[in-house]
């Protein structure tokens, strides 16, 4: 047991009916830290992110947050006790407004704090600017942006981001990026799940590359960032 640890999966085995996602993950995720999955399709990255915010149960090992297990706590709890998911695909509600969106991020409070509020409007000018606009007609950065700030609005001391950088043109995706760093140097506690491996582990303190539902490899970004095999099949090289 690591007593520094936030969060710890502890051999986890999380099924879709009869097809077994995940075969025994173990993952640390330390306070401060940004740690990366990475893997490639159907290794079970987001199946990872799903059990820990509360929307899978594994069949087999335990979630442990703050020192407490938390599988099988329905989702909109997990949220309370502060995680926050920014899903794949965004997942905004298009046809609410940018602020309608983040306050239903802040729901499990009884107002909508205003330190939020305003928090996400500092990191994300263009939210603000477009506050009044439909979800559903920002461009795919600023849903991106909006997916953020909506988990943020729930006041998180972990925040997982899945594929923040999927299908945005490069110079937003070092927009968002360097936000992600920013989110993390105010005190956030991240885990990313991203294909573009050579920029996540650029930001990230440590991380641990999934195939097929297992870790083949973990330990410091920059050490995997270094790692031939990492190289080869993450970075398009060899
Ligand atoms: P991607 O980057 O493609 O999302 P991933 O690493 O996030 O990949 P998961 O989405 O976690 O992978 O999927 C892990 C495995 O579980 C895959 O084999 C996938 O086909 C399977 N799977 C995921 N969701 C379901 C589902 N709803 N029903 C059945 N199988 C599923």
Redesign the pocket.
């Known amino acids: 047991q690591d007593t520094t640890a936030l969060l710890e999966l502890r051999g986890l085995e999380v099924f ?2 009869a ?1 077994q ?1 995940l075969k025994g993950v173990d993952v640390t995720v330390r306070e401060g830290e940004i740690v990366t999955l990475l ?1 490639a ?7 990872t992110l799903r059990t820990v915010s509360g929307l899978l149960r594994p069949r087999v090992g335990e979630v442990v947050f703050e020192g407490e297990r938390i599988d099988g706590i329905p989702a909109h709890h997990v949220v309370g006790l502060g995680i926050g998911h920014s899903p ?1 695909g965004r997942r905004v509600f298009p046809t609410m407004t940018v602020l309608e969106n983040l306050q239903m991020g802040a729901y499990r409070f009884k107002d909508v704090p205003k330190a939020e509020l305003e928090r996400v409007y500092e990191l994300f000018p263009r939210l603000h600017e477009r506050r009044t606009q439909m979800a559903g007609t920002l461009s795919g950065g600023e849903q991106q942006m909006l997916a953020i700030g909506r988990a943020l609005m729930g006041r998180p001391r972990l925040l997982l981001l899945d594929e923040p950088s999927m299908g945005l043109a490069p110079l937003i995706v070092a927009q968002i990026f360097a936000i992600i760093q920013e989110i993390n140097a105010q005190g956030t506690t991240v885990l990313l ?1 991203e ?1 573009n491996a050579a920029q996540a582990l650029a930001l990230s303190d440590r991380a641990y590359v ?1 195939e097929t539902g297992s870790v083949m490899m973990s330990g410091p970004a920059s050490d995997l960032l270094a790692d031939p095999r990492v190289r080869e099949a993450y970075l398009g090289e060899g």
């Open positions: 879709y009916g097809i996602a893997g399709n159907g290794a079970g990255k987001t199946t794949e799940v294909q999934l």
